[in-house]
Nanobody, 127 residues
Framework: QVQLDESGGGLVQAGGSLRLSCASSSPTFSSAAVGWFRQAPGKEREFVAAVSWNAIRTSYADSVKGRFTISRNLAQKTVFLQMNRLKPDDTAVYYC????????????????????WGQGTQVTVSS
C-alpha cells in the first residue's frame, strides 16, 4: 500500500494560483509514476497531469497545458502541481494517484491493480 497525503487546495479568485502537494513516506512512491486527476460535481474524474518516477517526463491534459506545471522532488518524496491562471472551470476535487511502474520514464496509465489514490483536496475558483 502507498499512502498519499495531499494538501494545498483552497479558494482562489479567477486568474490566481495554487500549488498542490502530494507526499508519501512509502518506499514504493520513489519508483511510482504520479499523476493528478480531478472531479467536478456531476462530472467524471479526468486526468490533469502526470510525472515519471525519475521526474524527467511529464504529460498534461490539453485543458491545463501552459497553465499547470507538475514537478517532483525526489529527495522529499513529494509531487507538486503548480496551478496558474486558474479558471472557474478548474473547480473540482483534485486527487493524487501513484502507479507502480517498471519504466522510470513512464508517466503512467492509472488503471489496473497497482495504483493508489489519495483522499482528494478541494480547489474552488471564484469568478
Amino acid at each position: 500500500q502507498v499512502q498519499l497525503d495531499e494538501s494545498g487546495g483552497g479558494l482562489v479568485q479567477a486568474g490566481g494560483s495554487l500549488r498542490l502537494s502530494c507526499a508519501s513516506s512509502s518506499p514504493t512512491f520513489s519508483s511510482a509514476a504520479v499523476g493528478w486527476f480531478r472531479q467536478a460535481p456531476g462530472k467524471e474524474r479526468e486526468f490533469v497531469a502526470a510525472v515519471s518516477w525519475n521526474a524527467i517526463r511529464t504529460s498534461y491534459a490539453d485543458s491545463v497545458k501552459g497553465r499547470f506545471t507538475i514537478s517532483r522532488n525526489l529527495a522529499q518524496k513529494t509531487v507538486f502541481l503548480q496551478m496558474n491562471r486558474l479558471k472557474p472551470d478548474d473547480t473540482a476535487v483534485y486527487y493524487c494517484v501513484a502507479e507502480e511502474v517498471g519504466d522510470p520514464y513512464y508517466t503512467g496509465s492509472y488503471y489496473g491493480s497497482k495504483i493508489y489514490w489519495g483522499q482528494g483536496t478541494q480547489v474552488t475558483v471564484s469568478s
